[in-house]
């Protein structure tokens, strides 16, 4: 029984390490056609489907802009009281689905806005990829970090109530979570200092 569970748990982590690989903090510079026109803007990774990307941007624009579902790409309007400019700015963001998970291309609607900003507006659209980014990875990592941390303290109660053999392996189960504790902080600084 005992190790049916051992193996059960070790399954978990490793389907839960597997879906959270080492954090890509590339960002290219590229253009991609969306509603018929050219769009220069950028392209980053994830490991996660486009889907799932696709309702992670909505939670995270909502908190500074207005998502709307184009139907292939999404628009974001960011109110002119927001972006301390005199026009609404709008992003334009399509997810697409990849090999490794999915690629997320984010671009500045140049309609509208007077040339003489829109490099600087350009420059802030990655600055938003990028802090999309840091924010994700961040996220995920925090909720294996709280599931670690929850079996740990079970784990550890085991430790304490146990003698022998039994104590034994499970200050070898401790050890292997306290192990991956300390991954996951890693990876969370790592994170932190993408950019």
Not at 26 to 34: G, K
Request: charged fraction near 25%.
């Amino acid at each position: 029984m005992t190790s049916r569970i051992l193996f059960f748990s070790t399954l978990f982590f490793m389907t839960l390490f597997a879906g959270s690989q080492a954090f890509d903090s590339r960002i290219d510079e590229t253009s991609l056609a969306i509603a018929g026109q050219n769009q220069k803007g950028f392209l980053t990774r994830f490991t996660i489907s486009a889907k799932q990307l696709e309702k992670a941007w909505w939670r995270y624009c909502r908190e500074f802009g207005r998502p709307l579902n184009m139907k292939g790409y999404y628009k974001v309007t960011i109110p002119s009281e927001l972006n301390g400019g005199n026009v609404n700015l709008n992003l334009l963001s399509k997810s697409m689905s990849s090999k490794t998970g999915s690629t997320f291309f984010l671009a500045l609607d140049r309609e509208g806005v007077p040339t003489d900003k829109v490099k600087a507006y350009h420059s802030q659209v990655e600055q938003i990829l990028q802090s999309f980014k840091i924010s994700f990875a961040t996220e995920q990592l925090e909720e294996q970090l709280a599931d670690l941390e929850k079996d740990a303290k079970k784990t550890s109660k085991r430790v304490a109530k146990s003698t022998g053999n039994s104590k034994d392996r499970h200050l070898q189960e401790l050890r292997k979570v306290e192990e991956k504790i300390e991954a996951i902080k890693l990876r969370l600084a790592e994170v932190n200092s993408a950019y």
